[in-house]
């Protein structure tokens, strides 16, 4: 994984086991995320699911510093931190599964969109698609849950920053602001926009 400053970022990864086990975990692996993730990036949206987890970042300044270590010379400080966290999280479901090895058996995605300023004027775009999948990428987020057959209406879904952008929440994990302003959503259509369906395409190339 690479990243750049101020660069929009969705990160990913998906198991070929459950890696939430109950609610504590859910709330166990946020809680990694805001201490590892949170201070490199601006979290604009995040879903944790049965077995993979999204987040939409735009990346700081501290996020694409390299680490000064000799085993790890090339490597930026948000990657090792996201390498960090899963390792935390792996070693402590191990001890409470009593289970062995990585839990995650893939390695983790970071794809970059490619821009880095306000987007509200779509028209003006050099480049739609990456816009596009900005958008795409933010829906199906969180629409995720709904789509698995999990829940009935995304607000249902706990583990998802859908209920801070609806008000049910007032979480302090995610930039609403900024995600507004990057996204190109409409604050006040906001819930009914999010339930725009995304074809296959738009859905292949989220992954």
């Not at 966290?85 to 995605?109: D, P, R, V």
């Not at 995720?144 to 009935?152: A, D, W």
């Not at 900024?178 to 369906?197: H, M, N, P, V």
Request: proline content about 1%; hydrophobic content about 35%.
């Amino acid at each position: 994984m690479h990243f750049e400053e101020d660069y929009t970022y969705h990160i990913y990864n998906r198991s070929n086991q459950k890696i939430f086990f109950n609610r504590d975990n859910y709330l166990f692996f946020l809680s990694k995320i805001r201490v590892h993730i949170l201070p490199l990036t601006d979290i604009l949206a995040y879903c944790l699911m049965t077995n993979h987890f999204h987040l939409l970042v735009k990346v700081n300044n501290k996020g694409i510093e390299y680490i000064n270590e000799k085993h790890r010379n090339n490597t930026q400080v948000l990657s090792k931190q996201i390498g960090v966290m899963l390792s935390a999280y792996t070693q402590a479901i191990n001890k409470q599964e009593g289970l062995k090895g990585s839990l995650f058996a893939h390695k983790t995605n970071a794809k970059q969109l490619n821009f880095t300023t306000n987007f509200k004027n779509p028209s003006s775009l050099k480049n739609v698609t990456n816009y596009n999948y900005a958008r795409n990428c933010f829906l199906y987020i969180h629409q995720n849950p709904k789509e698995s057959g999990l829940v009935e209406k995304l607000e249902d879904w706990e583990f998802s920053s859908f209920r801070d952008y609806t008000g049910l929440r007032e979480g302090t994990l995610i930039n609403k602001d900024l995600a507004f302003e990057i996204i190109g959503l409409d604050k006040e259509t906001f819930y009914q926009q999010s339930y725009i369906s995304l074809d296959d395409s738009d859905i292949k190339e989220i992954w």
